[in-house]
């Protein structure tokens, strides 16, 4: 069975880090690419950014200006985010997602929540 | 990279059709066939409906279809039940990296 299981959030100030986590089992975790997608409380998806099976190729929405780092380790079958300089609206839901092999984000976790706040 | 355009809202009666649209631009919708659609219950992750414009994922109802035409994706549920009452979203390829559209919640009346 697939599973996909974040952790990480959390209370954070403004201007402060976190790592987000994302622990895939079920599937062979190096053959797919991830994503992170976010939601605001009350508000729709946001997608975030993507990460490809072997790690090299990344990408990631304009609006984060930099501040977010995508990454893998495949021995772990483990997707990561790092969030730098963070704001009040990067608080939401964080939902890790694997991209199927025949299109579209195919299975999702249940997210961590992250709240940016003083 | 501005989120796809979708309405609001959207409501039909059980066994009635309703149709969603997402509208982009040629760098995203309209310049790729790699556009999703995903169904979101209050409280719950989301859930892959409709992927690469057309096809259904196994085990998702034949009442749920997509199709484009230009620079807008549509989603159609035909049938509808009270199951299928949620918010909707599309996503699509845009290049070196993805948009979702801003959501539409579905209420079966």
């Known amino acids: 069975e697939v599973q996909l299981a974040e952790s990480g959030g959390g209370l954070v100030q403004p201007g402060g880090s976190l790592r987000l986590s994302c622990a895939a089992s079920g599937f062979s975790f190096s053959g797919h690419w991830m994503h992170w997608v976010r939601q605001a409380p009350g508000k729709g998806l946001v997608w975030v950014a993507h990460i490809n099976p072997d790690g090299r190729t990344t990408g990631y929405a304009d609006s984060l200006q930099g501040r977010f780092t995508i990454s893998r380790d495949n021995a772990k079958n483990t997707v990561y985010l790092q969030m730098n300089s963070l704001r009040a609206e990067d608080t939401g839901v964080y939902y890790c997602?694997?991209?199927?092999?025949?299109?579209?984000?195919?299975?999702w976790g249940q997210g961590t929540l992250v709240t940016v706040s003083t | 990279q501005s989120a796809l355009t979708q309405p609001p809202s959207a409501s039909g009666s059980p066994g009635q059709s309703v149709t969603i649209s997402c509208t982009g631009t040629s760098s995203d919708v309209g310049g790729y066939n790699y556009v999703s659609w995903y169904q979101q219950h209050p409280g719950k992750a989301p859930k892959l409906m409709i992927y690469e414009v057309t096809k259904r994922p196994s085990g998702v109802p034949d009442r749920f279809s997509g199709s484009k035409s230009g620079d807008t994706a549509s989603l159609t549920v035909s049938g509808l039940q009270a199951e299928d009452e949620a918010d909707y979203y599309c996503s699509s390829y845009a290049g070196s990296n993805n948009v979702f559209g801003t959501g539409t919640k579905v209420t079966v009346l």
């Open positions: 997602a694997r991209a199927g092999v025949l299109g579209g984000l195919d299975y």
